[in-house]
């Protein structure tokens, strides 16, 4: 949050356009499903995963503050569960760990039931999973000998999650152009030959 205020003076400072990398995070558990732009959300204050959402929360109103008092162009980006190639092999989110255990036969690590959604965003996509389902889309191309295995599900865990990219379409003209199936095999393919090289680095 700091780093959003000395960022945001800076912009002002030399009349820069400034866009903040916000996150669906700031949604947290919502109760209406299909997330607009105009909901205003429902995060726990007080949970482990609080401070993140809270401070892209709190960034966001600065942003918006500095829009308000100082006329600065700012733009806010709500990103939801990104990935695809070059996303980090072990940086515990889903599509990582899961592409990376199936290629490894290890066991597929579902926390809780694995009826949880999230819309996957190959750079943006309102198409809806269940943890479960994406577990097999990545399982079965793979022909992964992978168990799966149930954990606990970690706190304060949103159970559901998907954009409304109608404003999105409407104002700015944008859609996905990359679908869901495609996006994960162009990433099964970026891990593949990511241990590969570990693996001939390691012979
Ligand atoms: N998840 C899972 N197994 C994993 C990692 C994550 O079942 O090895 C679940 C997690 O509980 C959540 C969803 O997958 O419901 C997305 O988790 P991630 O950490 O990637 O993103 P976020 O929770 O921030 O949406």
């Given at each position: 949050m700091h780093g959003s205020i000395n960022m945001l003076g800076l912009a002002k400072r030399v009349k820069a356009k400034i866009l903040q990398a916000s996150?669906?995070?700031?949604?947290?558990?919502?109760?209406?499903?299909?997330?607009?732009?105009s909901y205003w959300g429902r995060v726990n204050?007080?949970?482990?995963?609080s401070c993140y959402d809270e401070g892209k929360r709190c960034a966001e109103t600065l942003f918006l503050d500095y829009r308000r008092q100082h006329n600065l162009s700012i733009k806010v980006a709500r990103i939801f569960n990104t990935y695809g190639?070059?996303?980090?092999?072990?940086?515990?989110?889903v599509v990582s760990n899961f592409i990376v255990q199936a290629l490894t036969g290890r066991p597929i690590s579902i926390f809780g039931d694995g009826k949880q959604t999230r819309s996957f965003c190959?750079?943006?996509?309102p198409v809806e999973f269940t943890i479960m389902e994406l577990a097999e889309t990545i399982i079965e191309p793979i022909g992964s000998k992978s168990s799966i295995e149930f954990k606990p599900l970690p706190m304060d865990d949103p159970r559901q999650r998907q954009p409304g990219i109608g404003r999105a379409r409407d104002t700015l003209g944008w859609s996905p152009s990359v679908q869901p199936r495609e996006g994960l095999s162009k990433t099964i393919v970026y891990f593949d030959n990511l241990l590969r090289k570990q693996c001939d680095g390691a012979a």
């Open positions: 996150t669906s995070e700031v949604y947290g558990h919502p109760e209406v499903h299909s997330l607009e732009e204050p007080i949970g482990p995963r190639p070059r996303m980090q092999a072990h940086d515990g989110r190959y750079v943006g996509n």
